[in-house]
């Protein structure tokens, strides 16, 4: 099982960037999909996530209004569609799988991706 993320870069503030997480080696339809993130010296902490159907998603406050989650079921990927971003936002973001419900915690997670380095210029 994989998760392969990508899309991650350099951007100036304000600027938009759409990650992607392809997930292989399963199906993952009923699974949960989630964004993580970690910048440097910080614990790791949740973005978004979304349920299999995509009809139920979650956004943590300080992405919220800014930052869409979605899937893509036919193709096992999800997205992060990041617009506005800010300095704060800089991090290597992480896709992650579970089965059942929405968590927002790292250790409720089985399966983790690479993470995808996003930098925000001010």
């Known amino acids: 099982v994989q998760l392969q993320a990508s899309g991650g870069g350099l951007v100036q503030a304000g600027g938009s960037l759409r990650l992607s997480c392809a997930a292989s080696g399963r199906t993952f339809s009923n699974y949960v999909m989630g964004w993580f993130r970690q910048a440097p010296g910080k614990e790791r902490e949740f973005v978004a996530a979304?349920?299999?159907?995509?009809?139920?998603?979650y956004h943590a406050d300080s992405v919220k209004g800014r930052f869409t989650i979605s899937r893509d079921n036919s193709k096992n990927a999800v997205y992060l569609q990041m617009n506005s971003l800010k300095p704060e936002d800089t991090a290597a973001y992480y896709c992650?799988?579970?089965?059942?419900?929405?968590?927002?915690?790292?250790?409720?997670?089985?399966?983790w991706g690479q993470g995808t380095l996003v930098t925000v210029s001010s």
């Open positions: 992650a799988a579970r089965p059942g419900f929405i968590a927002t915690t790292t250790t409720y997670y089985d399966y």
């Open positions: 979304i349920v299999w159907s995509g009809g139920s998603t």
